[in-house]
């Protein structure tokens, strides 16, 4: 299952906390999100996973039908 890339990604007040916390990018999530593996966690509800060079990095996202919605993002080494 892949994310169409015309679908905008929105981010929520957490999971821009929660790059910051992390020092991480916006467009690291991107990526996970685009180019990453998926787990979906319900109907709408997936995790995005990709390795890179800034570790694991994952996102909890939400599937809309107009747009992506990250509700929290996490890194791991």
């Given at each position: ?18 790059l ?44 809309y ?13």
């Amino acid at each position: 299952m892949r994310v169409k890339a015309e679908k905008p990604i929105k981010f929520t007040a957490q999971a821009v906390r929660r790059l910051l916390d992390l020092d991480l990018l916006e467009d690291d999530v991107v990526r996970a999100i685009r180019e990453g593996k998926y787990v979906m966690e319900g109907r709408a509800k997936f995790k995005a996973t990709l390795r890179s060079k800034r570790g694991l990095v994952i996102a909890i996202c939400v599937k809309y039908p107009d747009h992506i919605k990250v509700i929290t993002v996490s890194k791991r080494r």
